[in-house]
Every structure is written in C-alpha cells, then in structure tokens.
C-alpha cells in the first residue's frame, strides 16, 4: 500500500463554523505533513509531525490546528476560518522527516 | 536560503516531441531534488529523486534528470511526450545539511506542460 488518502475530497464551510479534515497512511512513515496550495501556485508548508510530535510550524494562524492521534493518522482542525483560506489542503508522508514525500489528492476547502 | 528557479513557466510540446523542463537550484552543498507533477484537481505525485547516488535519475513514465552540479541544474526530460503528460510540474529541494531545514521542501513555481496533437 503505497497510498496517502485524504476525506473529505470537498468541503465547503462558514467562517464560523469548525470542522476537520482527516489524512491517513499505512505505509508505516513516521513523518506527515500539512501543506496549503493556492490555484497556480506551489504547496506552501503548514506543520510537519515527526514520531507523532509536533516538528514545525510555519507560523500557521490558530485557526488551524493540527493534531496527530497516531502513526498512520493526521487530523487538521479548522475554526472561525477566512475566505482566504480557500485553497486545496494538501497531506504528504515520508518515512523519516526529510525523506521523499508522497502526497495524498487533497481536500477543496471553500470558506464562505 | 534556499530557492528553486523553474525557467518557463508555461511550455508547449507537440506529441511525440521532446520535452524540457528547466529547474535550477541555489546551493552550496547539493541538495536533494525532486520533480513532482500535479495533475488537476490532484495531489502531487513524485516523478523522480536525486540523493547523491547516480547523475543521471530515471522516474517514472519515462521522464528522467540529469543532476549537474557545475550548472548548479536539474532538467526534466522525456524523448517523446504524450497527450497524457500534459500537467503541472513541480522542482523541489531538500536543503543539505539538514539541521532545522529537515523535512522542508522549497519548490518551484512551477510549470505548465502542454501537449498539441
């Protein structure tokens, strides 16, 4: 198994409402990550885990909160967001931090 | 700091053509590199790697890359493109040493390919 997935494929929210999007992978990495990707642009780095710990965080507002239950999991919780923050969520593992990334398809996150 | 230079942001080949998609790297130590193509509305999927092992990195779908530290470069080719090339694709470095950089991978802007029948 050679697969990131990421539910759900859309989403679509209010900016005051709190949801999650969800990232899993079983091919036993134990870096994950989260990045945000603008149409036409590169993924821009938002949190990295490494053996489940929290290894870096660019600078992400609390609007988004990561958390990372277990190895094979990776929970991204949005509260009060932005319409700015409309983009495609994107969550990639590695096998150690630093390792190539594999990169799951990405959750359509629409803020209204 | 690191930064990655994808000359030409849109290119265009016809079928069966070449096809050259330009990266360039600022490093003083070579880093490791990667393509990645986006297809729309998709997650990256990682086309190749350079890890200091051979030059000359084959991927898959038969695109491969040439690792020349004298042009400080990382060309993306394939002999002959196909309808189903067509997609974004993305350089990426990972900075060596690593030290506080681990795990962080500077991309390119990006470019667009494009295949004519």
């Known amino acids: 198994d050679t697969e990131v997935t990421q539910t759900p494929k859309h989403l679509v929210m209010g900016m005051t409402n709190k949801k999650s999007l969800k990232c899993e992978q079983h091919?036993?990495?134990?870096?994950m990550y989260w990045y945000k990707q603008k149409a036409k642009k590169p993924p821009e780095l938002m949190f990295v885990?490494?053996?489940?710990?929290?290894?870096i965080n660019e600078s992400v507002p609390s609007r988004f909160s990561p958390e990372c239950p277990n190895s094979s999991l990776l929970n991204l919780h949005l509260h009060a967001l932005q319409p700015e923050d409309s983009a495609l969520y994107l969550c990639?593992?590695?096998?150690?931090?630093?390792?190539?990334?594999?990169f799951g398809p990405g959750t359509r996150l629409t803020v209204t | 700091a690191q930064s990655v230079t994808q000359l030409g942001s849109h290119v265009s080949v016809s079928e069966g053509a070449l096809v050259l998609l330009r990266c360039n790297y600022s490093?003083?130590?070579?880093?490791?590199l990667f393509w990645y193509v986006q297809y729309p509305n998709q997650g990256l999927q990682l086309l190749l790697k350079?890890?200091?092992?051979?030059?000359l990195v084959k991927g898959i779908n038969g695109f491969e890359a040439e690792f020349k530290k004298s042009e400080t470069s990382f060309h993306l080719t394939k002999p002959s493109a196909h309808m189903s090339d067509a997609a974004e694709y993305f350089c990426?470095?990972?900075?060596?040493?690593?030290?506080?950089?681990?795990?962080?991978?500077?991309f390119g802007r990006g470019t667009q390919l494009t295949v004519w029948p």
């Open positions: 990639a593992s590695s096998l150690l931090q630093g390792g190539e990334q594999y």
């Open positions: 091919m036993g990495h134990r870096a």
């Open positions: 885990y490494s053996y489940e710990k929290l290894s």
């Open positions: 490093s003083s130590v070579p880093p490791y």
């Open positions: 350079y890890t200091s092992a051979a030059t």
């Open positions: 990426a470095v990972s900075p060596t040493p690593r030290g506080s950089t681990l795990g962080r991978l500077y």
